[in-house]
């Protein structure tokens, strides 16, 4: 039996989290905790480039493949593997986890031991999300995420923390659970045309689904995942969540949880239901479209930093639904490749605003001013995180909504067309923000003598600047192992959705074959 | 003797404890702290191990006690119950100086009563149970004499009780009158060889049944008893009440309707889906709006009703597989839940409104994440059994095509967290104002919480056995 990659990434956070249940509680109670849970998940980044390195890039297949029965009177399995679309969300998971638990060093000091529980928790739940080859198993890790994120935005945030908390764990339970419905019924749909309950993805990606049932399922499924991305007008939790969630929380929502709501649509809505996913993809992408337009012009009214860089987190991940619906090579690959960008630069952008916060307490853009010449390290950091963000060439963000962009343009070029003037709307907002914090004279003396980067935030924030930089000059690296298994996802959807059409069904997306 | 008696061994044992605690109890010197619990305890376990050696042989005594698997299923649950109920009574019975031996005897015989009206197979003997069951209910919930609140919600439910046993008599006369036996399976091969064409005397034998069967499981319209007498029992009879007498009640319940009925399903099924959809959403909206944590777990608990008869209605292999893994993840959280607010009334201070609980955290962490661990898996969050046993009855139906009844199921499980929360928001979330001590948790009572707890991990990760378990009791019946 080969060493069970997956399994060990995924337990190894849990089993620090049970560590720390250990930790004797005393004056060293915080500083253990840290060690512990820094270490135990910089093993867990260490163990998804070793993933990553032992990849295949050019097999489309799942690897790492590993399965055993749970429940197999339901014919619910433990299955977990990954490929090229899940590989890279599994190095950004480990990539930020270390690097959350390390931004909240100076601004966490009560229940610390708790904090780390939370966090390797989640991350535990989320590596468990991308690896999940069951939807059972699947939908057991997307719920369980919830709670952790819910304490540690209720318990570590800001003033509104218990508001933010429970809204967003409503928000994307009441979206879930009707995914769990439609999940049952595919079951029981398996059960009916081949005698036995399956949960398994890939017996199920081969399963002929009614076209009635499509829509329903489709749309259960879509819109759990329309909340978590979240698609505008699905957002509104978002901006609660962010700006009351305490600076790890922010990035680790930004960075990850929210592709969770992506990488979803790519994964399941779209391979499992592919005439409705032809049929519905038009209107997502408008949605998408709505979303970016919208996310970027409340973002550039943002008093608050936070808020404003949680909107245009809305306006970026539209640009990734926008490339999941134009189903061709480029947009799909651009979407994952924007959902890291997006994890790297957001992440990043919450960092800096954590810092400038640990500084102040405050996060409006009004107090600040004139930083430049206080912290021009700090600044210096922040712009290029600003202009990975903004998409300037040579950095992650371009090579994304570029392709992303030439994949929309080759479905529907005035859609395109639309989503572009959110390149520049970004560009608008985040460089008036800049301007704003970090341009002028020092406005306020409070900002006169503030601290420059600290050795722990240079550690914080240096590694996410090399990869914005490597990212944006050989994006190849990261492209490779995306390519194939995109592609055979693409097939599947478009082979399955006309093969059903040649057979003549009457299938909902008659005309919209792309 | 031939194993004649061998079907009523799990409930001898239980009796047994419970008259050896009455005479400890005339034994026992006023203020003497005696073991009692211990005794029952003994006769538990003995019922346990009987259960276990009974198991699969579908041992029959006097042609009235069936100890088939089903029957014994629930009788283990019934088991964990009655040992989770006595660990978690012991500092209410403490503070309250509550007679011991009394308490224990009523709660032992409550346990045997449950056992026998999971096993009944005669209407009589069911509705023998069921008294034997609700008259130990009724004293225990009024056992603290000086409490108005607690007297008067013993009166009210002892009246309505007494009222909805009226109905249940009256459908049993009914049967009897159609079918001239009140042997569930002679009644039921008469039913079905007149199913053709239900005469209304049929339709009215069941429905009379039925409203005697919904205001034992507290099912809407006939909850109205519930929040009352769960909010003024003690912490530790309310856990007792809400999940024994649940299990018992939902045990007959499925094997009148879903075996000895079940030819006439098409008539009652209607009736059944709407009661089952009415409680789920009445025990979960009316819950976001209490105050009382005790009250707002009585709502709960009329919402989890709900979900089994979900179960119910649906009929199928799952769904009766689902009335008994439910029974049982529901008797552990919600015995969990109501042991810690047992934990916490200091006698003069219930320290039940939402409000006691804030800034728990601080205090008592490890009391707090209990109570965290108890209300996520009542409010369906994986890995925990709660999620599991939900997404059975769901997914039970799914299957049986009653697409709406799991939609609302799911709505209400997501309003049901929300106030869930508010305690958890409580505990962790808001500084702890009144300063009032929080009182100690006794050894014994801690230990039933973690391993409840424990358990609840259990089954949310590694449920298949149970499950087998579950899906293997319901082929003896059905």
Same mark, same amino acid.
């Given at each position: ?212 049932? $499509? ?59 592919? $005439? ?239 | ?109 409550? !346990?045997?009563? #449950?056992? /026998? ?178 009250? #707002? ?14 179960? #119910? ?10 009335? /008994? ?18 934990? /916490? ?14 800034? /728990? ?48 199921? !799911? ?68």
């Amino acid at each position: 039996m080969p060493f069970p990659i997956l399994s060990t990434l995924v337990a190894l956070p849990v089993v620090g989290a049970i560590l720390l249940l250990f930790v004797r509680p005393g004056d060293n109670e915080e500083r253990v905790s840290r060690m512990i849970a820094l270490v135990i998940s910089l093993l867990v980044f260490g163990e998804t480039l070793l993933l990553w390195s032992r990849f295949i890039p050019g097999s489309p297949e799942f690897q790492f493949v590993e399965r055993h029965a749970w429940i197999p009177a339901f014919g619910i399995t433990y299955a977990v593997g990954v490929d090229g679309i899940s590989l890279l969300l599994l190095v950004l998971t480990g990539f930020l986890t270390p690097i959350a638990l390390l931004s909240s060093w100076e601004s966490v000091h009560t229940k610390t031991r708790a904090f780390c529980m939370f966090v390797l928790l989640l991350e535990s739940a989320m590596l468990g999300v991308f690896v999940s080859l069951d939807l059972f198993l699947f939908y057991v890790f997307w719920d369980a995420m919830l709670v952790p994120m819910y304490f540690l935005i209720g318990i570590w945030g800001y003033d509104r923390r218990v508001y933010a908390a429970v809204k967003f764990i409503l928000y994307t339970m009441a979206g879930s659970v009707l995914m769990l419905l439609a999940i049952l019924g595919l079951a029981y749909l398996h059960y009916t045309a081949t005698g036995s309950y399956s949960f398994d993805l890939l017996k199920l990606y081969t399963l002929d689904v009614p076209d009635h049932l $499509q829509v329903y399922f489709f749309l259960a499924f879509a819109l759990a995942f329309a909340i978590k991305v979240p698609l505008f007008p699905f957002h509104t939790w978002l901006p609660d969540a962010h700006v009351e969630a305490p600076t790890a929380g922010s990035v680790i929502l930004a960075g990850v949880l929210l592709k969770m709501g992506t990488y979803g649509l790519v994964r399941f809505a779209f391979p499992l239901f592919p $005439q409705a996913a032809v049929y519905f993809a038009p209107a997502l992408g408008v949605l998408a479209v709505i979303g970016i337009i919208y996310g970027a012009l409340v973002a550039m009214v943002q008093p608050d930093m936070k808020k404003l860089v949680a909107y245009s987190s809305v306006s970026h991940l539209g640009f990734v639904v926008l490339g999941i619906t134009a189903m061709n090579m480029q947009g799909v690959q651009g979407a994952v490749y924007q959902m890291l960008n997006h994890g790297i630069s957001t992440g990043g952008l919450f960092l800096i605003v954590g810092m400038l916060s640990d500084r102040r307490h405050t996060r409006l853009i009004a107090e600040y001013g004139g930083l430049k010449k206080v912290t021009p390290r700090l600044v210096a950091a922040f712009l290029i995180i600003t202009l990975s963000s903004i998409g300037l060439p040579g950095l992650n963000g371009f090579v994304g909504e570029f392709l992303i962009l030439l994949g929309a343009f080759r479905t529907d070029p005035k859609l395109a067309a639309f989503a572009a003037t959110g390149v520049i709307l970004s560009a608008t907002y985040m460089l008036w923000m800049f301007q704003r914090v970090n341009y002028g004279p020092v406005t306020n003396e409070k900002n006169a003598n503030l601290a420059d980067l600290q050795p722990r935030e240079w550690v914080v924030i240096a590694p996410i600047i090399a990869v914005a930089i490597l990212m944006g000059v050989l994006p190849n690296i990261f492209l490779r192992p995306i390519g194939p298994s995109v592609e055979r996802t693409l097939n599947q959807i478009h082979q399955r959705a006309s093969a059903v059409l040649n057979a003549g069904h009457s299938a909902p997306g008659a005309g919209a074959t792309r | 003797m031939n194993g004649a008696f061998n079907a009523i061994v799990p409930m001898a044992c239980v009796t047994a404890a419970g008259i050896a605690a009455m005479i400890a109890e005339a034994f026992r010197e006023p203020g003497e702290r005696m073991p009692i619990g211990g005794l029952g305890f003994v006769g538990l376990a003995g019922a346990a191990i009987a259960s276990i050696l009974l198991w699969g042989r579908g041992a029959v005594s006097f042609g009235m006690v069936a100890a088939d698997n089903f029957g014994l299923f629930v009788t283990m649950v019934l088991v964990i119950v009655g040992t989770l109920s006595i660990a978690i009574s012991g500092p209410t019975i403490d503070r309250e100086q509550l007679p011991m031996g009394e308490y224990y005897a009523l709660l032992l015989f409550a !346990v045997a009563g #449950m056992i /026998l009206m999971a096993t009944a197979t005669d209407l009589l003997l069911i509705f023998l149970a069921l008294e034997v069951l609700s008259l130990a209910v009724y004293v225990l919930t009024g056992i603290r004499r000086q409490s108005p609140l607690s007297t008067e919600a013993a009166l009210k439910y002892f009246l309505l009780g007494a009222f909805s046993s009226a109905f249940f008599l009256y459908g049993i006369a009914f049967t009897y009158g159609l079918t001239g036996s009140t042997r569930l399976d002679r009644v039921g091969s008469l039913i079905a060889a007149q199913a053709m064409s239900p005469t209304p005397m049929q339709l009215l034998a069941v429905g009379l049944l039925l409203v005697g069967f919904a205001f034992k499981v507290a099912a809407v319209p006939f909850h109205m008893w519930t929040p009352d007498a769960y909010e003024g029992a003690p912490a530790a009879v309310t856990g007792f009440m809400s999940t024994g007498v649940k299990a018992a009640a939902f045990a007959a319940f499925t094997r009148v309707f879903l075996s000895t009925f079940e030819p006439l399903r098409g008539d009652w099924s209607v009736i059944l889906w709407g009661i089952a959809a009415a409680t789920m959403i009445v025990g979960t909206v009316v819950g976001v709006s209490q105050s009382n944590v005790k009250r #707002m777990l009585a709502y709960s608990s009329i919402g989890h009703g709900g979900y089994l008869l979900v179960a #119910m209605v649906a009929a199928n292999d799952v769904g009766k597989g689902a009335i /008994l893994f439910y029974l049982l993840t529901y008797a552990i959280t919600n015995l969990g839940a109501f042991g810690v607010i047992a934990v /916490l009334d200091a006698g003069d201070r219930a320290n039940d409104r939402v409000e006691d609980y804030a800034g /728990l955290w601080n205090e008592r962490p490890a009391l707090a994440a209990l109570m965290t661990i108890f209300l996520l898996s009542l409010g369906g969050f994986p890995p925990l059994a709660g999620f599991i046993a939900k997404w059975y009855v769901f997914s039970a139906a799914v299957k049986a095509g009653y697409n709406w009844l799991a939609i609302i199921g !799911v709505l209400t499980s997501v309003i049901s967290v929300f106030f869930y929360l508010r305690i958890v928001v409580m505990m962790y979330m808001t500084p702890r104002g009144s300063g009032e001590p929080v009182p100690p948790t006794p050894a014994l009572a801690g230990a039933a919480l973690v391993i409840s707890a424990i358990l609840l991990f259990y089954l949310g990760i590694l449920p298949a056995r149970v499950l087998d378990l579950a899906a293997a009791s319901i082929g003896t019946i059905f």
